[in-house]
Antibody, heavy 121, light 111 residues
Framework: EVHLVQSGAEVKKPGESLKISCLGS????????IGWVRQMPGKGLEWMGI????????RYSPSFQGQVTISADKSISTAYLQWSSLKASDTAMYYC??????????????WGQGTLVTVSS | QSALTQPPSASGSPGQSVAISCTGT?????????VSWYQQHPGKAPKLMIY???KRPSGVPDRFSGSKSGNTASLTVSGLQAEDEADYYC???????????FGGGTKLTVL
């Protein structure tokens, strides 16, 4: 069974850096895309970006390009989402998600439990 | 690209059927058979309910069904039960240069 387990909630100040993680298990981590989805308070879901751990191919949604960094360490089956300078508007729930991408078809078949990031002075 | 359009709310009584629409364009919903639907209960992660327009993952009740006509997809929940009360999001593939696009979500209330 596929499991995605995320790191715990974070409370940060504006301008601080942050790296949250997502540990994948129950499948071959290097052979599937893995990504991050943002959900702002009371709002909908937004793709941030995805990475293919096998070759580190990384793709970002235009809204998040340059705002965050997505990485993965295949030796420990872990994906990361990183900010260098947080803003209050980064306050949100962040979900790790495994998209299945096959020739024009996409679905997310597994989700992490979510990491709540709160940015406040 | 723009989010897919969903009604903000839908409701039905136990046992009834309710349909939730998801409208996009020929660049996403209308262009691919890759519409998915996700159920999200408060404080929980989303859960895949329908993929590739009308396929159900193992374990999803057959009360949930999906369809598509042109640029609009629909999720139908038949025989409504109290536990179906949740937010529902549609999503679609939107081309090779996209990660896909989500709808704004529909809050389903079981009266």
């Amino acid at each position: 069974e596929v499991h995605l387990v995320q790191s715990g909630a974070e409370v940060k100040k504006p301008g601080e850096s942050l790296k949250i993680s997502c540990l994948g298990s129950g499948y071959s981590f290097t052979n599937y895309w893995i990504g991050w989805v943002r959900q702002m308070p009371g709002k909908g879901l937004e793709w941030m970006g995805i990475i293919y751990p096998g070759d580190s191919d990384t793709r970002y949604s235009p809204s998040f390009q340059g705002q965050v960094t997505i990485s993965a360490d295949k030796s420990i089956s872990t994906a990361y989402l990183q900010w260098s300078s947080l803003k209050a508007s980064d306050t949100a729930m962040y979900y790790c998600a495994r998209p299945i991408l096959v020739r024009g078809l996409i679905r997310i078949d597994s989700w992490g439990q979510g990491t709540l990031v709160t940015v406040s002075s | 690209q723009s989010a897919l359009t969903q009604p903000p709310s839908a409701s039905g009584s136990p046992g009834q059927s309710v349909a939730i629409s998801c409208t996009g364009t020929s660049s996403d919903v209308g262009g691919y058979n890759s519409v998915s639907w996700y159920q999200q209960h408060p404080g929980k992660a989303p859960k895949l309910m329908i993929y590739e327009v009308s396929k159900r993952p193992s374990g999803v009740p057959d009360r949930f069904s999906g369809s598509k006509s042109g640029n609009t997809a629909s999720l139908t929940v038949s025989g409504l039960q109290a536990e179906d009360e949740a937010d529902y999001y549609c999503s679609s593939y939107a081309g090779t240069n996209s990660l896909g696009v989500f709808g704004g979500g529909t809050k389903l209330t079981v009266l």
